[in-house]
């Protein structure tokens, strides 16, 4: 029918948090998945991942982000953690100075496992933490620049910036599917051709998920 002229495609986008445990990457991602914020800050234990979709211009992306899980305490993220991924959060508290100093470890971790062409954002989490603020934003920004990465302060506990931050990922990524600036064999979203019933992508989707791990 009138759906055959429909050449608009979903994209499904994997997201991963970096950074040192506390720093609160898993609100984050109960932030923008499913707008909540837990202040019980019980460490994550197990490989989570929650999958929101969100319009972006004339596409709809299926962003699929992963939590470590507690796991960056043992330093035994595995490569199953980082395989696939199209973006990464790298994450820290700007009241912490020691998690905001621990970035450049886990960039060279991150880029150790994953895809070169990743877009990758320094987040310093917490601002409403102004009072207690140790990591100037100026002095972080101009690290996050120095590197190549893209930059923005949030706060999962009033929600600022959560949203921006998780779409100008997206946007970056997209842009970078988009353009084929990235070779084959490296960077490349799983596209699905829409539209499809819901039973038939919860199955895709499984398959998906779990088929890496």
């Known amino acids: 029918g009138s759906m055959g002229s429909d050449e608009s495609y979903n994209f499904v986008f994997k997201v991963v948090l970096i950074g040192e445990s ?3 990457k ?3 991602l109960s932030r923008f998945t499913k707008n909540e914020f837990n202040h019980d800050s019980r460490t994550t234990i197990g490989v989570e991942f929650s ?6 211009d004339t596409f709809t992306i299926k962003a699929q982000i992963w939590d470590t899980a507690g796991l960056e305490r043992y330093r035994a993220i595995t490569s199953a953690y980082y395989r696939g ?14 998690t905001y100093e621990s970035a450049e470890r886990w960039l060279k971790e991150l880029y150790d496992h994953a895809d070169p062409h990743i877009v990758v954002m320094l987040v310093g989490n917490k601002s409403d933490l102004e009072a207690l603020r140790t990591v100037p934003q100026e002095e ?8 190549g990465l893209m930059f923005m302060e949030t706060s999962a506990l009033s929600s600022t910036n959560v ?6 990922v ?24 829409s539209p499809i019933g819901p039973s038939s992508e919860a199955k895709e989707e499984r398959k998906t998920c779990c088929r890496n791990l």
Do not use: M, P
Request: overall charge positive; aromatic content about 4%; cysteine-free.
């Open 85 to 98: 991924a199209v973006g990464a959060l790298l994450v820290y508290d700007i009241s912490k100075h020691l």
């Open 22 to 24: 506390g720093v609160g």
């Open 140 to 147: 972080a920004r101009a690290f996050a620049e120095s590197k």
């Open 26 to 28: 898993s609100n984050l």
């Open 163 to 168: 949203e921006a931050a998780f779409s100008e």
């Open 51 to 56: 999958t929101r979709t969100v319009q972006l």
């Open 170 to 193: 997206l946007k970056a990524i997209h842009k970078k599917v988009a353009s084929r600036e990235v070779t084959r064999g490296s960077i490349s979203a799983v596209t699905l051709s």
